[in-house]
């Protein structure tokens, strides 16, 4: 179990989740990155910017 790092609520990993994966917070929707996930350890994902092709 490990909590959300924008509103705090608590979130539950599946057994299979891996470091990369995206998830979204059942509370406030906002689309978590997993940064580890032994400590569990969560992030706010990075908005996707334009590739300009450089």
């Known amino acids: ?7 705090g609520a608590g979130l539950e990993l599946a057994d299979d989740t891996v470091q990369g994966e995206l998830l979204e917070c059942d509370d406030c929707g906002c689309e978590l990155e997993v ?3 032994e400590p569990a350890e969560l992030a706010e994902a990075p908005e996707v910017e334009e590739d300009w092709g450089q």
């Open 35 to 37: 940064i580890s996930t």
């Open 1 to 7: 179990m490990t909590e959300c790092p924008v509103c």
